[in-house]
């Protein structure tokens, strides 16, 4: 067994060394072949393209057959990419080779990365144009999408062909399309026949879509037709909303548009623009004598023009148009309105479709024309009303200020501060500044900046004297006023604030007065009290300080009348408080009365008004004086008058004299005009005010003999001697026996006293 | 992915040269057995070289195939480099895999051991271990002397270590 293995073994053996041995058939392995073509391209002999796998030469010549041959069985027309992938080479190569066949043969292009063969577009063109027959027009678009190829290139290649291969036409300025003879003719016709049957405006864009997708070539047709008037109408507007409106239709707007405007007075562009006016204003202006509503302003501006009605005219205003005919109608109206004392808004007579900017222009243009005799007020822009109509209303009030001013009256306490206050012996106002809201600053807590504007505002002292904010009045006024629009009635609440405030400040205060009845306030006595004792002290001056004049008549006049009067006011100054029975103007106190009043008074005061009464029945007005300052330094009065300084003197001087001249011009009583020309004279001379009683008067004249001009004297000795002789006249009016001649009499001296009188006044006046 | 790929090459080798089926040792009774299978592999592997146009070894062995000697060779810029190798079954075959002696390149390489051994230590034995007793003398040429001549040869050949 074994034997028979090794005898195996060696055969084996026998084999192997018979196999390794054998002759090895010639071959060259791929690496070999890979090197020997290398070597032969080293050496130029051989010019060679390897395929993308490495595993197949080819030459130049082979690629250039083998682009063409694939080309061809695509059809003429592949991919550079389907070149690569189809035949196995670098793109590169692709690319170079077909570049170089485009340019070696004219039958071969690149386009848009397709290599084509002019066969291809041959019979490429032949299938459009039996599609652009079949179809009548090819979008240039389309068959780019389709065939993938540039705009341009298309539209070159079509025009190439046209009137050859193609049969169709390309506008020049609409190359959108390729379209045929017979499919234009049939569109134009469809275009003509819709375009003469309509008989309002019509859509271009629903024209559109009932004829043909292409706009451009419609409008080119609808150009055409238009220009050679196989159509008639116009197109307007643009885009969208573009129309054609058939010419008849135009005439016929035309002419219902005149004869509304003619017809209303007015006309809305609104209503222009529903009815297919596109620009109303300018169509207006065309076909209208109009003017702006600026350019009348500017007119009416410089001077009162009057309308001319008789040329119908149209006035632009925003958003209508109105004849100056209805203008001047509305004026009219409202001017009627305004001087029978009412009111009225503009846009209840306006036309309804003016809007709120029209009523106002229009509103403008008639209140510069309203004559000046009547007076107006505007309000919320629209309303006018009369100044007469505004006087009246506070009065319509006059229910709830009653209401009102009843109630103050019954339940205020302080009738008489509030007394004082109406009759402007105090401010109505207390002065209130009221700081704006502090601006905040940028910074945190400390650093806030307070920057304060100080602003003045005023409030009443007392709230009963306010009587109604502007809110409230607006809240009463459709009581009053019927039909009134919400801005007029805030503008004319605000307006009317103020007059109301006044008409229940009067009422307020004729209410004060009859329920006080007169009383005087304490403020009031003490005023009057101050100026009685200054003319005291002006007066005891002048007799102090007169020169031939006998004092003793003028210091007895003044006890009786300034220093009686001083001790009245004080005395009733005093018990004014605290007495029950009603007291009357203590100007008119008796001694009796005076006597009884100073008994009530408590024992501190009561010695020293006593004293001061008894010294009103003496001859000397120092007494007066010396317990005037005694009772100026007692405790128990605290009061204290002080006479007035040179300054005031001069003043009071000056008001008196002033006060003497107007009772001089209304004065009447001949004695008194004497009297009161005589103390004028006197001032004038001597700077001195006598407070004379009519006794004193000669002695004046006496005085003024020596130191007015003759001429002078003489007119005011002859006034004297005359009312002297009327006097003696009156006196002995028992020893006349006939009642005629007295009267007779007694005119003649009042003529003669007339004349006289007036020739004082005239010589006061006018010397 | 390297391992795969190798898997898959050397499987198209090994189909070349079939694997052996009997384990035996030069001193097992089943010797010429292995060794009819290892003769039979190896003249199957050259055939189909001879067919690929490959041919890259010669070798022969004494009668009871315990001593291999042969030559393998190596092409490279159009010059054949051929080399002397030999190699001794050692008694503990298959399961340890003979040492290949090429000493003629003794101290040129560092990729040799002393007497002329070549290294198969990273990329062969572990190969031999994993596939013994399938793998014969024709695997030790195949996967053992080839991809060591591949490597070695050129880098010798540019440090000019070896002429022609």
């Known amino acids: 067994m074994a034997t028979n293995e090794w005898t195996d073994v060696h055969a084996l053996q026998d084999m192997l060394h018979q196999v390794q041995n054998a002759p090895e058939p010639p071959r060259l392995s791929e690496q070999n072949c890979v090197e020997i073509i290398q070597k032969i391209i080293k050496l130029n002999l051989i010019e060679l393209i390897h395929t993308l796998d490495g595993k197949e030469y080819l030459t130049h010549e082979q690629l250039f057959k083998e682009i063409r041959e694939e080309t061809l069985a695509q059809g003429g027309r592949v991919s550079l990419l389907s070149l690569q992938t189809n035949l196995n080479v670098d793109i590169g190569y692709i690319q170079k080779f077909t570049s170089d066949l485009s340019k070696q043969d004219n039958q071969w292009l690149i386009i848009q990365g397709d290599f084509i063969n002019r066969r291809y577009l041959d019979k490429w063109s032949e299938e459009l144009n039996d599609n652009l027959q079949e179809a009548g027009i090819l979008s240039i678009t389309d068959i780019c999408t389709h065939h993938n190829f540039t705009k341009d290139f298309v539209l070159n290649q079509i025009q190439q062909r046209l009137g050859h291969s193609i049969q169709g036409h390309i506008e020049h300025h609409n190359a959108d399309v390729v379209f045929t003879d017979g499919y234009l003719e049939r569109q134009k016709s469809s275009i003509r026949g819709i375009l003469n049957a309509t008989t309002q405006p019509l859509k271009v864009q629903t024209i559109l879509k009932r004829t043909m997708k292409e706009e451009k070539l419609f409008h080119s047709i609808l150009t055409q037709l238009l220009t050679s008037g196989e159509i008639k109408g116009t197109i307007r507007g643009s885009l969208d909303k573009e129309l054609f409106i058939p010419n008849f239709y135009i005439e016929a707007q035309e002419k219902w548009i005149d004869s509304s405007i003619q017809a209303n007075g007015y006309t809305d562009y609104e209503r222009l623009l529903k009815s297919g006016i596109p620009d109303p204003i300018s169509y207006v202006q065309k076909n209208y004598d109009t003017i702006t509503y600026f350019q009348l302003r500017k007119q009416f501006g410089k001077n009162a023009v009057q309308l001319d009605v008789e040329n119908f005219k149209l006035i632009l205003l925003d958003s209508c148009c109105i004849s100056n005919q209805l203008l001047s109608q509305i004026e009219a109206n409202i001017e009627n309105t305004l001087t029978s004392g009412e009111w009225v808004d503009i846009v209840s007579i306006a036309p309804p479709v003016f809007n709120q900017q029209d009523c106002i222009m229009l509103l403008q243009l008639i209140a510069s024309q309203i004559s000046n005799n009547v007076q107006f007020k505007l309000f919320s822009e629209t309303a006018v009303v009369s100044e007469l109509f505004l006087e009246n209303l506070p009065s319509k009030f006059d229910d709830v200020i009653e209401a009102k001013v009843q109630r103050i ?276 001379v001597t700077g001195l005010v006598l407070h004379s009683p009519g006794k004193g008067v000669p002695h004046i004249l006496d005085f003024l003999a020596n130191n007015i001009p003759e001429e002078k004297i003489r007119v005011l000795k002859k006034c004297q001697s005359l009312i002297i002789k009327k006097m003696i006249h009156m006196r002995e009016n028992d020893k006349w026996d006939n009642v005629q001649d007295f009267e007779q009499e007694t005119q003649r001296l009042n003529q003669e006293l007339i004349v006289s009188t007036e020739e004082v006044i005239s010589m006061i006046f006018w010397h | 992915m390297a391992t795969s790929t190798s898997k898959v090459w050397d499987k198209q080798l090994v189909g070349s040269a079939p694997v052996m089926t009997i384990n035996a040792s030069p001193r097992d009774e089943k010797w010429p057995a292995r060794l009819k299978e290892e003769y039979t592999s190896l003249i199957q592997y050259i055939s189909k070289n001879k067919e690929n146009g490959n041919d890259w070894f010669k070798i022969e062995s004494d009668k009871e195939g315990k001593k291999w000697i042969g030559k393998c060779w190596h092409t490279q810029n159009y010059t054949k480099y051929e080399f002397s190798f030999e190699f001794s079954i050692p008694s503990a075959y298959p399961n340890s895999a003979p040492e290949i002696l090429i000493p003629e390149l003794e101290g040129k390489t560092a990729k040799m051991y002393k007497g002329g051994k070549i290294c198969l230590t990273d990329h062969f034995y572990p190969l031999w271990a994993r596939n013994t007793p399938k793998y014969g003398i024709s695997h030790l040429l195949i996967f053992g002397l080839s991809p060591w001549i591949a490597v070695e040869i050129p880098d010798l050949l540019e440090k000019g270590l070896i002429s022609k």
């Open chain 1, 409 to 684: 009256t019954a339940s205020c306490s302080y009738l008489n501060e509030l007394f004082q206050v109406l009759t402007g012996r105090v401010s109505k106002f207390k002065v209130v500044y009221s700081a704006s809201k502090p601006k905040k600053g940028k910074g945190k807590g400390k650093r806030k900046v307070h920057e304060q504007e100080d602003e003045l505002s005023n409030q009443y002292v007392y709230p009963e004297l306010e009587f109604m904010n502007s809110i409230e009045i607006s809240r009463y006024l459709p009581r009053y006023i019927q039909e009134i629009s919400p801005d007029f009635r805030e503008e004319l609440a605000a307006y009317l604030e103020q007059p109301l405030t006044s008409h229940f400040h009067s009422m307020l205060l004729d209410s004060i007065k009859s329920k006080t009845k007169g009383q005087l306030s304490s403020t009031d006595i003490y005023n009057q009290l101050t100026m009685c004792w200054y003319h005291l002290a002006i007066f005891k001056q002048a007799i102090d300080e007169a020169i031939g004049i006998p004092g003793e008549i003028f210091t007895r006049y003044l006890l009786s009348s300034i220093c009686s009067e001083i001790t009245n006011l004080l005395l009733y100054l005093l018990i004014k408080d605290f007495c029950n029975e009603p007291i009357n103007d203590p100007k008119t106190f008796t001694e009796a009365k005076r006597m009884k009043l100073i008994s009530l008074l408590n024992e501190k005061q009561k010695p020293l008004m006593v004293q001061l009464s008894k010294s009103l029945h003496g001859k000397e007005i120092d007494i007066f004086f010396l317990t005037m300052d005694k009772i100026f330094e007692h405790k128990a009065f605290s009061i204290k008058l002080d006479y007035p300084n040179t300054k005031k003197r001069k003043s009071i001087i000056s008001g008196l004299i002033d006060t003497f001249e107007e009772q001089l011009k209304e004065e009447k009583d001949f004695a008194t005009i004497l009297h009161l020309a005589t103390v004028i004279s006197y001032t004038k």
